[in-house]
Nanobody
Framework: EVQLQASGGGSVQAGGSLRLSCVIN????????IGWFRQAPGKERVGVAA????????IYADSVKGRFTVSEDNAGNTVYLEMNRLKPEDSAVYYC?????????????????WGKGTQVTVSS
């Protein structure tokens, strides 16, 4: 069974940085996709970034382009979300999700597996 565990959230001031980690276990095939999503209170869950493993193709939401970077480790069992120049509007619970689709995407209904979220709070 596929399991995903996100960690690394915390509280930072605007302009600061955080790195989230998503530990991945259980995919039956070597090729899969991982997406990062976030959900702020009272708002819908939205895609932030995604990566296809192992080829490393990435996509980003316009709101985070140039500030966030999604990457995978060499072992292929951890995906990171490096978040720089954080803004208060980045505050949310962040989730990682996985899919067997090798077409990199951030569609919620394309994700097959979800991990528990990690809270990111950015103060002004």
């Amino acid at each position: 069974e596929v399991q995903l565990q996100a960690s690394g959230g915390g509280s930072v001031q605007a302009g600061g940085s955080l790195r989230l980690s998503c530990v991945i276990n259980g995919f039956s095939f070597a090729e899969y996709g991982i997406g990062w999503f976030r959900q702020a209170p009272g708002k819908e869950r939205v895609g932030v970034a995604a990566i296809s493993v192992p080829d490393g193709e990435t996509i980003y939401a316009d709101s985070v382009k140039g500030r966030f970077t999604v990457s995978e480790d060499n072992a292929g069992n951890t995906v990171y979300l490096e978040m720089n120049r954080l803004k208060p509007e980045d505050s949310a619970v962040y989730y990682c999700a996985g899919t067997y689709s090798t077409i990199v995407n951030m569609y919620l209904d394309h994700m097959d597996y979800w991990g528990k979220g990690t809270q990111v709070t950015v103060s002004s």
